[in-house]
């Protein structure tokens, strides 16, 4: 480390400026004499061993306390202006050096001992062990420090065993319970819970063709009662009907031959609309208040478009007609209870449209649209059946409770 001193002075300075007083006294008192190790005739090294000992201490002591007068700087190039013949100390290593105003060593004297020296590094265990005769790269010298495993000790004595306890004798058999009435059935236990029909109609609801729901309170039905359900005393069970939307049909096409009336040639409906789902559900332990909301969708509309052409003098060759347009898809039907979506269910697609000639030499009706889909389902919600809807139908919910 380097430090550089700009007339400031700490006590290790100060005994450094009055190492260069010793040095000043010295030439003063020997200023004819010129030392054989030095080209300056104040080098406090009197007897030019290279150490600042005791004995050239003794040359310094009858000069102390002397008044001092840096004469002999006059002895530097005139050209060198010393305006502040201590302008600049600097202590590097253990050298303490005496700088111009422009930065250049004007003298310097070595200070050893003020701070201990930095040792050279030794070698690592690694060196050492090449050093050993042993022969391999890092990864063989890490293997060689753990060494190999010791031989197996002998067995200790087993434990002694301890008294096996005694089987207690088995106790006398009780008496058999006398039998249970008889439970009620299922048909029964459909009737308690409010449903009113025979066993026939019973089955046929375990089937789906009908509701096997509570209906203790009543029924719910989004048709005539609207889109909202507000349950007003706590329900341990309630069933709930859903229903999506149905798509819309294809359009139609007609071909008739000139001047006819009918479509002689060619009378293709276009495709069916998909048909609407029908989602049976179980809802449980309802509290007063909670509510259940219907977000209906609209039956998709049908593309109501009739085409209607002649053939050529060629008859069915090149002629292309059509298709018709496609079908309205429905939109989708969702199922609230407090405002959180507990079922969703996509509407049917829309038919696509007749044509004549679109699929080859030939009248052909429009394809069917995708039925509609069970898309969302809340994981406490039971979902007992499923099935298709004939009829065209838009979203529906009936609650029986």
């Known amino acids: 480390m380097t430090i550089l001193l700009n007339k400031v002075f700490s006590p290790f300075v100060v005994l450094s400026v009055m190492l260069l007083s010793l040095v000043s006294n010295v030439a003063l008192a020997q200023v004819d004499e010129v030392y054989p190790c030095s080209n300056l005739p104040y080098n406090p090294d009197v007897d030019c061993n290279g150490l600042i000992n005791f004995e050239d201490l003794i040359n310094f002591l009858p000069l102390f306390g002397e008044a001092f007068t840096p004469d002999l700087l006059e002895l530097l190039d005139e050209d060198i202006d010393v305006t502040n013949e201590l302008q600049w100390l600097l202590l590097s290593n253990d050298t303490l050096y005496l700088l111009l105003p422009d930065s250049s060593v004007y003298n310097s004297v070595f200070i050893g001992g003020a701070d201990g020296l930095d040792g050279s590094d030794g070698l690592s265990a690694f060196e050492l062990w090449l050093e050993a005769g042993n022969n391999g790269d890092l990864a063989a010298f890490l293997t060689s420090l753990t060494g190999e495993d010791g031989s ?192 969703e269910i996509n509407g049917g697609g829309g038919g696509t449209g007749a044509c004549i000639g679109c699929q080859g030499d030939g009248c052909f009706n429009g394809d069917p649209g995708p039925n509609g889909q069970l898309s969302l389902s809340a994981p406490w919600m039971t979902i007992l059946n499923t099935e298709t809807i004939d009829e065209d139908t838009g979203s529906r919910v009936i609650i029986r409770y």
């Open 152 to 343: 197996i000790g002998p067995a200790g004595p087993a434990g002694e065993t301890g008294p096996a306890g005694e089987t207690g004798p088995a106790g006398e058999a009780g008496p058999a319970g006398e039998d249970g009435d008889d439970g009620l059935s299922a048909y029964e236990i459909w009737l308690e819970l409010g449903n009113v029909g025979t066993q026939e109609e019973f089955l046929a609801a375990l089937s789906g063709g009908g509701s096997f729901a509570p209906s203790v309170h009543g029924v719910f039905d989004s048709q005539t009662d609207g889109t909202l359900f507000s349950v007003t005393d706590a329900i341990s069970v309630l069933s709930i009907e859903v229903w999506g939307a149905s798509g819309g049909a294809g359009g139609d096409i007609c071909g008739q031959t000139s001047g006819a009336s009918s479509c002689n040639l060619c009378n293709a409906a276009g495709g069916q609309g998909g048909r609407a789902l029908k989602v049976m559900s179980m809802v449980y332990n309802l509290a007063s208040g909670d509510i259940v909301e219907l977000v209906p969708a609209d039956q998709g509309g049908d593309s109501g478009e009739l085409i209607t052409c002649t053939p050529g003098f060629n008859g069915w060759n090149d002629w292309n007609c059509g298709p018709a347009s496609i079908g309205d898809a429905a939109g989708t039907t969702q199922l609230l209870l407090n405002g959180e979506v507990i079922a």
